[in-house]
């Protein structure tokens, strides 16, 4: 089965400085990673991807997520925040060739302070 | 192009009280969920569906019970309310897993 851990619950962090939010996927077979964002009493926005290919991808916003084999993990990164992305920040994972279910890990909430 | 549209935004019910949550999108996607949300626990799959006349329950189904009469509209139906059952219901839909998935922007029901 598969499971996704996401380290910090929350994140305090200052505009204008970079932030990482960590995720760790644990999976026997092939994997597809996402990261959504859900802003306050909103529900989640896909944020971004990872399929296949390069293993580095970006969002239209700024944000950036590596895939890591080796060490299965997708953190996110931005290397200067602003107060407009505080929000809660969830990865989740699916199963190559299965029917599509994400498993969802326990989200981290980002706090931007000005 | 709406999306996912859910339907009530709000809800307050009593104990052994039912209701039903209404979820309906125009993408043409085969494949929907319910989860529930709660704080610090992330989502949880209640139940979902590949395609109009196929469902399966997902982590949590106790308490629901869902239908799925065409492609576009995914009712979850809560029978005997319980406190337990107090939270915020996602719809979501999809193409597959490739896709990720569009959300509703949520129900946010109390059970009192």
């Known amino acids: 089965a598969q499971s996704v851990t996401q380290l910090d619950s929350q994140v305090p962090v200052f505009e204008e400085a970079p932030v990482e939010l960590r995720c760790n996927y644990s999976?026997?077979?092939?994997?597809?990673l996402f990261w959504y964002v859900q802003y306050p009493n909103q529900g989640l926005q896909l944020l971004l991807k990872?399929?296949?290919?390069?293993?580095l991808v970006e969002s239209i916003n700024g944000f950036e997520a590596e895939f890591n084999k080796s060490q299965t993990s997708f953190h996110l990164r931005k290397p200067s925040v602003h107060i407009s992305d505080t929000a809660e920040y969830f990865c989740?994972?699916?199963?190559?060739?299965?029917?599509?279910?994400?498993?969802f890990g326990k989200g981290t909430k980002l706090s931007v302070k000005p | 192009n709406a999306g996912v549209t859910q339907t009530p935004k709000f809800r307050i019910l009593k104990i052994g009280q039912s209701m039903t949550l209404q979820c309906t999108q125009d993408?043409?996607?085969?494949?929907m969920y319910w989860y529930r949300q709660d704080p610090g626990m992330g989502l949880k799959l209640i139940y979902y569906?590949?395609?109009?006349?196929?469902?399966d329950k997902g982590e949590v189904p106790n308490g629901y019970n869902v239908s799925r009469s065409t492609t576009e509209d995914f009712p979850l139906r809560l029978e005997l309310a319980a406190p337990s059952q107090t939270s915020v219901y996602f719809c979501?839909?999809?193409?597959?897993?490739?896709?990720?998935?569009?959300f509703g922007s949520g129900t946010r029901l109390t059970v009192v």
């Open positions: 989740a994972v699916s199963v190559r060739g299965s029917q599509g279910n994400l498993i």
């Open positions: 990872y399929l296949s290919g390069s293993t």
């Open positions: 569906s590949v395609g109009a006349g196929i469902t």
């Open positions: 999976s026997s077979v092939s994997v597809y």
């Open positions: 993408m043409n996607h085969n494949y």
């Open positions: 979501a839909s999809s193409y597959g897993n490739r896709e990720g998935y569009t």
